[in-house]
């Protein structure tokens, strides 16, 4: 186990910079998700972190050693891919085996370490199949068992899950959760899926166009998001944004409402987008933000989700599952100011 | 007459579908008869002509009137076709290894790595597939002399032992190889040769089963450059030697032809052997067999 450092680490393909100096600090034993939509660079910096991509500058640390001129193998770190990469002309043994093969360990250990990694993953008794033997979910235990095999100081996920199910990725998200907490290794996990990093990690680092955009624990990024690509990369729906003009402890919203805001330190009068998730807005609450139409209904069971026309465009909110509004009613929504979100409308910045 | 009843014309328009199907069908069958039929001809009067005699050789007749095996015995007998045999079956065989080697390194490094000039090379490596050995030869020749390399094996096999095609071959087939597997393997330890021989190499057996089979059969019957390279009779590759039967006044057809149907043992062995992968790697390949 080891922790990793990234400081102002760069990433050019001739010209072109995909990386702007990112620096980010990993606790040893920390499992941390490195999520952003595609194109954001976080395949990227994991493949850099790897040794399987050059950096252009910058300097990246694990175990307090620089490695930017060691070899993938010096790393000490172990790689579970996407399309899982593991040997379809070897059985699920010698592919786990293969993560030992440059290992000095005597035989009888190297015996023994696959024994107990195949335990681990319960896989004993598929240690002579072939991958093709195997469902999605086998093979990516596998590749996770090759990976896990030589007890490396990090690991890195490059979106493991992507090619599975949607039934499988729940499972194996919750298994790979469990794993970190058995073996207690630091952890880079890369994933475009924003629920797969709300659940799994211990910290969160959202990017975009090569830059971090925020670095926090779920509940951080999710309540306190740093600006608003952030607010609304995080959660499902997306964060509310309506136009408005801060003043004091209000913002005067452009359809003309005014809507009470906790107060926001240093700021004066200016143009601001107020935000607030639709888990936090209801048709019933105290703190009326804004009136619309309900065009749309979402039915989720507990709780049915619903597209509301208002002036300031259309909005989403969560009703009630068993009596939610109509379409076509008419719906006062309101949310408690605690959960209200004020960005800056020029750079969208967080001001509260 | 009612309105809604088909009219002749109808009647007439609907029938013809399954009747043209039909020929079409015949007519695939008739080309694939003739095709066939051309093909297997060739060999069965290959067959035909070393169980005659020499003096119904020229009888176009398939079924021989007195069938002999004398000239097989005869040519079994004979030390030089031994030879020539043996000295087929080591050049060919070397030079499929060679290749097999030489090829997918080349093909896999082009495939795999990134390096300047990567295009030209790969581009000069393919030009050499529009020369024609006619006009190789005289350099081969001439290179051959000045090393001292006539009338041996390694003359015979050096312009052989790494081919365009075969480079060209393997390389495509190393696309197929995701580079997943290879940077996992390097994240596992393995060196660059390493992962070339465990890693790549056992995933494009398909091509290396077809590139075997055209390069044992392109060595075992290549006659011009071993006729030019080799002067002593000991040192004639099979059609080199087959091609001597008889003398200024005759050709004894009847020996070539008993020489050229054992020859063919080891081909149909080695086809045999590989055919399932030469089918796959003929269609992957896009080339005609």
Request: glycine share 8%; with cysteine.
């Amino acid at each position: 186990m080891a922790n990793l450092a990234l400081r102002s680490l760069t990433k050019s393909y001739g010209a072109t910079e995909v990386l702007h100096g990112i620096s980010l600090d990993v606790a040893d034993g920390e499992f941390v998700v490195l999520v952003g939509p595609s194109g954001c660079g976080k395949s990227t910096t994991l493949r850099m972190i790897a040794g399987l991509e050059e950096t252009t500058s910058g300097i990246i640390e694990i175990g307090g050693r620089e490695v930017n001129n060691l070899e993938p193998k010096e790393r000490d770190i172990a790689m579970v891919f996407q399309n899982y990469a593991i040997y379809p002309h070897m059985s699920v043994k010698k592919n786990i085996a293969f993560g030992l093969r440059s290992s000095k360990m005597p035989k009888a250990d190297k015996e023994k370490r696959i024994q107990e990694v195949a335990g681990i993953l319960d896989m004993v008794d598929l240690l002579d199949r072939k991958p093709s033997q195997l469902s999605g979910g086998q093979r990516q235990r596998v590749a996770i068992g090759r990976a896990m095999v030589r007890d490396p100081a990090v690991f890195l996920f490059d979106e493991p899950l992507s090619n599975l199910d949607a039934q499988l990725r729940t499972q194996m998200r919750l298994e790979i959760k469990k794993l970190h907490q058995r073996v207690g290794n630091t952890i880079i996990f890369v994933t475009h899926d924003q629920v797969e990093a709300m659940t799994m990690a211990d910290r969160i680092v959202i990017m975009k166009d090569g830059h971090i955009q925020q670095v926090g624990t779920p509940e951080e990024v999710f309540h306190s998001p740093a600006n608003t690509f952030v607010a609304r990369f995080i959660g499902a729906p997306s964060m509310n944004l309506l136009d408005g003009r801060l003043n004091g402890t209000q913002v005067t919203l452009d359809a003309g409402n005014t809507v009470d805001v906790p107060e926001v330190p240093g700021s004066g009068d200016q143009a601001v987008l107020l935000g607030v998730r639709p888990d936090d807005l209801h048709p019933d609450s105290t703190n009326p933000i804004i009136t619309g139409t309900v065009t749309l209904r979402e039915p989720l069971g507990a709780e049915t989700l619903i597209y509301v026309e208002t002036p300031s465009g259309e909005i989403i909110a969560k009703a009630d599952g068993r009596t939610p509004p109509q379409v076509g009613a008419t719906v006062q929504l309101g949310a408690d100011p605690e959960n209200l979100h004020i960005f800056d409308s020029v750079n969208g910045d967080a001001l509260s | 007459m009612s309105d809604i009843a088909p009219s002749a014309d109808t009647l007439l328009m609907a029938k013809p579908a399954p009747r043209s199907r039909n020929m079409g069908q015949i007519l695939r069958w008739l080309i694939l008869f003739i095709g066939g039929i051309a093909m297997i001809m060739p060999i069965a009067y290959m067959i035909s002509t070393s169980l005659k005699w020499p003096h119904e050789v020229y009888n176009v007749n398939l079924i021989p009137e007195e069938p002999t095996i004398e000239n097989y015995t005869y040519v079994l007998e004979d030390g030089r076709f031994y030879w020539w045999f043996v000295n087929s079956i080591i050049i060919a065989t070397i030079t499929t290894i060679c290749n097999l080697l030489f090829d997918s390194l080349v093909g896999y490094t082009l495939c795999k790595f990134r390096f300047p000039g990567r295009t030209i090379v790969f581009i000069a490596i393919l030009s050499t597939l529009m020369i024609p050995t006619e006009m190789l030869v005289i350099p081969w020749y001439l290179m051959s002399q000045a090393f001292g390399w006539l009338d041996t094996y390694w003359g015979i096999m050096f312009p052989g032992l790494m081919t365009a095609f075969g480079t060209f071959l393997m390389k495509q087939f190393f696309e197929s190889v995701p580079d997943d597997f290879i940077e996992a393997a390097r994240i596992d330890g393995l060196n660059e040769l390493q992962i070339w021989w465990t890693v790549a190499m056992p995933l494009v057996k398909p091509a290396l089963a077809a590139l075997a089979i055209f390069v044992f059969l392109g060595n075992w019957t290549a006659f011009l450059w071993p006729l030019i390279v080799t002067n002593s009779v000991d040192m004639y590759t099979i059609p080199v030697g087959l091609s001597g039967f008889g003398d200024e006044a005759d050709v004894a057809w009847e020996l070539i032809m008993t020489g050229a149907a054992i020859s063919t043992i080891p081909t149909l062995i080695v086809f045999l052997i590989f055919q399932r992968f030469i089918i796959r790697g003929v269609v992957m390949a896009g080339l005609k067999g």
